[in-house]
């Protein structure tokens, strides 16, 4: 297990200096009392809406401080960032302010909304390089690019600077709690690579140990969890992508033993719940968060025993959202809450067929969504892609017994992951 030394860790003083630094620069969010959410779940949440940042995510804190501790004769040189999107565009907007050029790394994957607008932050100063299909694979690029060139690596989150411009979001926090003489039971952020969370705990177990600081991943890349659990960071094998911001295989090594000193609890939310929670904010509340910056709510719901009648805090990390990817969404969170699904069934290849499906296996409040078909000459049956989608989830029993007795040997693409991937 690794050793945590004092000199790694973070204290208050290093987020103070932080604040100092970046109180003429950097908006001071504000610390919002949610009604929709305190009555839903029973106890009195706040939102620290990072989101209204001047790049809409808190990225541009760790990133202009870093930038700015840098020595001028240094970043006049350039400065180099590997980002899935918000350090990117916190690296873009700084380097911007300051006149310095910046070469930015991001994803192959990486929504096309964040890349425009790290171009748009950026203006000439910054030239972006698309690498790999994982925030890794361009951080690595990133790294040799540096290397070869002599340039100035300004890390997303495994770096102490980095870490004490992200704290100074806990100094707000704990400032406007103390002025409303209020008492913070618990503190929910997400974790990606892990800057976020150290810099919150650490400034936070300061000033109120009594607060529970609870860290979220999502469930398809809970490295932060994986480290906790082997006593170190560990490679996973592979994540889901969907939560960009806070999809990363390894989570840093400086990241991790601040976590490890100062969290209190790590915790992951299933992608298709946190589409969910996105939905609700922006139906319900008008707020339009990314995938990463809905994970402190999603979280609440595992968690809604423990919280009853507290004072919660929720960070809304970032609010770069790509519209396009909306659709995507509703769907991830319809089948998560199980209203749609996606089945093969082999079709008699005669009229009425269809007909005979829906007047004989659908409910009468279930929809046909998708219809495929191919008729398959000299055949007798063929396959067909049919996507339903469910009045009340409670019908899924009697649709999978009426199925089964239509076609036996149906399948069930929520069973079989690249079918489901490959045809719909």
Not at 62 to 69: D, L, R, V
Not at 278 to 297: C, F, M, T, W
Not at 389 to 405: D, F, P, V
Request: proline share 4%.
């Amino acid at each position: 297990m690794d050793v945590i030394t004092k000199k790694e860790l973070l204290k208050k003083k290093d987020i103070e200096e932080a604040y100092e630094v970046l109180r003429p620069i950097i908006k001071r969010t504000p610390l919002q009392y949610d009604t929709y959410l305190s009555k839903k779940y029973q106890c009195h949440v706040y939102l620290k809406r990072e989101d209204l940042q001047a790049v809409r995510s808190f990225k541009i804190r760790g990133a202009y401080y870093a930038i700015s501790q840098t020595p001028p004769a240094v970043r006049q040189k350039g400065v180099v960032c590997a980002s899935a999107g918000n350090h990117a565009q916190g690296v873009a907007w700084t380097c911007h302010q300051m006149k310095i050029p910046a070469v930015v790394f991001m994803p192959t994957t990486t929504p096309q909304q964040k890349v425009a607008q790290v171009r748009f932050f950026g203006g000439s100063e910054t030239t972006i390089k698309l690498v790999g299909d994982t925030f890794d694979a361009s951080a690595q690029a990133a790294t040799d690019f540096c290397q070869k060139n002599g340039l100035t690596f300004i890390a997303p989150f495994n770096d102490k600077r980095t870490i004490a411009g992200q704290g100074t979001i806990a100094y707000e926090i704990f400032d406007d709690a103390c002025a409303h003489n209020m008492k913070v039971d618990y503190l929910f952020a997400a974790v990606g690579g892990g800057g976020l969370i150290s810099g919150l705990a650490a400034y936070t177990k300061d000033v109120s140990p009594q607060t529970q600081v609870v860290g979220v991943e999502p469930t398809g890349a809970a490295s932060m969890a994986e480290a906790f659990k082997c006593g170190h960071p560990v490679t996973l094998a592979k994540v889901d992508k969907f939560v960009d911001g806070a999809a990363v295989k390894t989570v840093g090594t400086l990241t991790y033993r601040n976590a490890k000193e100062y969290v209190d609890k790590m915790v992951n939310v299933a992608e298709g719940h946190v589409c969910t929670t996105l939905l609700d904010l922006y139906s319900k509340e008008a707020i339009i968060a990314e995938p990463a910056g809905a994970l402190s709510v999603a979280a609440l719901e595992d968690q809604r025993a423990e919280i009853v009648g507290k004072t919660v805090v929720c960070v809304i990390s970032g609010g770069n959202n790509d519209i396009d990817r909306m659709q995507e969404i509703k769907e991830r969170s319809l089948i998560y809450e199980g209203y749609q699904h996606y089945f093969i069934v082999n079709f008699p290849q005669r009229p009425g067929a269809l007909r005979e499906v829906v007047d004989d296996v659908l409910n009468k409040d279930d929809d046909i969504t998708k219809f495929e078909y191919t008729k398959k000459v000299n055949r007798g049956k063929g396959p067909v892609l049919i996507g339903i989608r469910l009045g009340s989830k409670n019908n899924i029993e009697q649709l999978r017994t009426k199925l089964g007795e239509f076609d036996p040997h149906y399948i069930d693409l929520k069973e079989n992951q690249m079918l489901y991937e490959m045809m719909v």
